[in-house]
């Protein structure tokens, strides 16, 4: 854990029993916020501390399956695409650890997850600013700053920055099920144990859902279930969109056409392009699609998986005693329920944002878009407040900034701009897309 040490970390004298003050003060600690921090390592003039609750650094640790692997490339790191120089990024982490040349020899086609999770820790643990094991447990404004009081302190700031991430959601119907035999993906490496000869069913046609699934099917004989069911609301188990023109949503230029869309195109763009973030992998596809291959014909076992997509759960019940019944509706011939009975379910259902009760007390002067806090270009909350006093937010209004936003696409990006407010500098800017997304950039007189 990170000693807290106020003065290591560059905090000057406050207002209120001398109390540290910042110019920005993060709360959690993950990808997002890290990102931010590792670009503040330029500015070591502007005072900065990072609070995350957890006593030490995770990131998905539940799903840390055994070859999972990014979806996205390695320069889409904490730091390269806005600071490509920047001590925090991937490469420096490969070269630090002694072992860059093994990793070019690997010939990776995409950056294990496993690595790239050590790469995050690495990162928390060797920036001073960063400090796990403390827990923000209200924010408040006074005069003309924020006061945050913490576990272990009570610090003063002017800028506030929300990173606290995502956590596990499952759907109404499964919120009632109690057992240890049911449970969400993120909680998979330690739960999903002893299933020899089980009977288990996936609920989920993501990538995560994917991983689960292969995980399973390909365990040794003597460790593998049964019969494994995969469950997916989708037509089909599908690839995600990693097409040239495709990722052009996910660069600066469309984040920015796509905030200054009107909300109802918004929302529908999010709706008809969710593959090109939430589709699965074609690696990870393939070597489902051979695994199932070798089970049936060269293995023989021809009951050992099951395929459902296009179907949504519509009720559960059960319990480890007596194993779970899923009953499904097919979404193409809704007149003839389905059940499914396993002795083992891992809801693959996806995240939602983790609760902000923290920014109770000042959350009435926040503007709200739906279930989002109303932002500006800069990430920054719109508020009745002072115009240099703000509580940005990251990972947090993918309504507003596209489906980019969780992502780690943009994430140096995103800190850039929260960091050129704070500073009131303005980071270089790379070339625009080569697509005129908006009318009012297309050809025209010039």
């Not at 069913?201 to 995969?230: H, K, M, Y």
């Not at 920015?256 to 589709?279: A, M, N, T």
């Not at 994430?411 to 625009?432: F, K, V």
Request: hydrophobic share 40%.
């Amino acid at each position: 854990m990170n000693p807290r040490l106020p003065d290591r970390v560059g905090a000057r004298a406050g207002s209120g029993a001398d109390r540290p003050h910042y110019t920005c003060v993060g709360i959690g600690a993950g990808p997002a916020n890290l990102s931010l921090a590792s670009l503040l390592h330029r500015h070591p003039s502007l005072p900065h501390l990072f609070l995350d609750a957890k006593r030490a650094f995770s990131w998905h640790d539940g799903q840390q399956i055994a070859r999972s692997s990014l979806q996205v490339t390695l320069f889409k790191d904490l730091v390269t695409l806005a600071d490509p120089t920047n001590p925090y990024s991937f490469l420096a982490y490969l070269h630090d650890q002694g072992r860059l040349y093994h990793f070019i020899n690997a010939q990776f086609s995409e950056v294990p997850r496993q690595e790239f999770r050590d790469y995050l820790d690495w990162v928390g643990r060797r920036n001073p600013h960063v400090v796990f094991g403390e827990r923000v447990e209200r924010v408040e404004f006074d005069d003309d700053r924020f006061v945050v009081h913490s576990t272990g302190q009570i610090i003063t700031a002017d800028n506030i920055v929300v990173g606290v991430g995502r956590i596990p959601w499952l759907p109404p119907l499964a919120r009632g099920l109690r057992g240890e035999t049911q449970f969400h993906v993120a909680e998979f490496v330690g739960r999903a144990r002893n299933l020899r000869d089980k009977r288990v069913c996936v609920v989920g046609g993501g990538q995560s859902g994917a991983e689960a699934f292969l995980d399973l099917i390909s365990r040794p004989e003597d460790e593998r279930p049964r019969r494994v069911t995969w469950v997916s609301r989708r037509s089909n188990y599908f690839p995600i969109d990693d097409s040239p023109f495709t990722n052009d949503y996910y660069t600066p230029s469309h984040a920015d056409h796509f905030f200054r869309l009107p909300r109802e195109v918004r929302e529908d763009f999010v709706v008809r392009h969710v593959l090109s973030s939430d589709g699965i992998s074609e690696s990870t596809l393939r070597a489902i699609y051979q695994q199932v291959y070798v089970l049936r014909f060269l293995e023989r076992a021809k009951d050992a998986t099951c395929l459902l997509p296009g179907r949504e759960v519509i009720a559960a019940a059960g319990d480890d005693r007596r194993g779970w019944d899923l009953t499904l509706v097919h979404r193409e011939e809704p007149e003839a329920p389905e059940t499914v009975t396993a002795d083992a379910v891992v809801w693959a259902t996806g995240f939602t944002q983790a609760a902000l009760d923290f920014l109770d007390p000042i959350v009435g002067r926040l503007e709200r878009e739906g279930s989002e806090f109303r932002i500006d270009a800069a990430f920054a909350v719109r508020w009745d407040g002072p115009a240099d006093r703000n509580v940005f937010v990251q990972n947090a209004a993918r309504r507003q900034r596209g489906l980019a936003d969780p992502n780690l696409s943009l994430n140096a990006w995103r800190s850039r701009r929260i960091l050129d407010r704070i500073t009131g500098m303005s980071g270089d800017s790379q070339l625009p897309s080569f697509i005129e997304w908006s009318a009012t950039d297309g050809p025209g007189p010039r």
